[in-house]
């Protein structure tokens, strides 16, 4: 469980979305010289507060440390769940605010549908990643992660397709998470080797 003093920091220093590469690479390093470690939980909080800096800090820590499989899908997992997380308020936000057809688009009965099955999905993950992820789970949010932000993108209509709103970004960073460095059905292929035929 990740205590609230580091909680609080993430969510001051790393909330606003304009920092600069050169800010983001030393806060990064600031994270993985203060942490020994970092906790699957501490990368999802922090893709919610910034998602190029979890990318940053996902990609500083590969390269800083040998990680194994496991650990390596389950941090990319909980940057993915949180980016998802993110991508979701914003959804919500511009359904709130936006009309379409004299109502609220968040009045749509379609668009409640489709924001509750995101939303659920949402809550899972994060209960998923505050648990021991195996990799197979870890697997399963990757892949659910990259539809669902496809969802959040079509609730906002084509304003979610527009560079105007960072959901479009989103979607092509959880793109990116699932497939590399281990493209997602060779990950599968490999975990069903090692686990289930114990090759």
């Known amino acids: 469980m990740m205590d609230k003093e580091t909680k609080n920091w993430l969510q001051t220093v790393f909330k606003k979305e304009?920092?600069?590469k050169t800010e983001i690479n030393s806060l990064a390093q600031e994270l993985l010289q203060t942490h020994e470690s970092l906790s699957v939980e501490l990368y999802y909080e922090l893709a919610k507060c910034n998602a190029d800096a979890a990318l940053h800090v996902?990609?500083?820590a590969s390269q800083m440390k040998a990680q194994n499989e496991k650990q390596h899908l389950s941090e990319r997992a909980a940057v993915a769940a949180g980016l998802l997380?993110?991508?979701y308020d914003l959804a919500f936000l511009y359904?709130?605010?936006r009309s379409q057809g004299g109502k609220l688009i968040v009045d749509w009965?379609?668009?409640?549908?489709?924001l509750a099955e995101i939303y659920l999905k949402v809550e899972l993950h994060e209960k998923l990643i505050r648990s021991d992820l195996s990799p197979a789970i870890a697997l399963a949010i990757l892949q659910e992660c990259d539809g669902l932000v496809s969802q959040c993108m079509q609730v906002m209509g084509g304003a979610?397709?527009?560079e105007d709103y960072i959901v479009e970004k989103l979607f092509r960073q959880i793109h990116q998470l699932k497939n590399s460095p281990v493209p997602f059905a060779q990950a599968v292929m490999q975990f069903y080797k090692r686990e289930v035929l114990h090759l």
Not at 109 to 114: A, C, G, I, T, Y
Request: glycine residues 10%; charged residues 25%; proline residues 0%.
């Open 109 to 114: 009965s379609l668009v409640q549908k489709m």
């Open 95 to 97: 359904a709130g605010e």
């Open 160 to 162: 979610g397709y527009t």
């Open 58 to 60: 996902l990609t500083m």
């Open 85 to 87: 997380k993110k991508a």
């Open 18 to 20: 304009e920092l600069s």
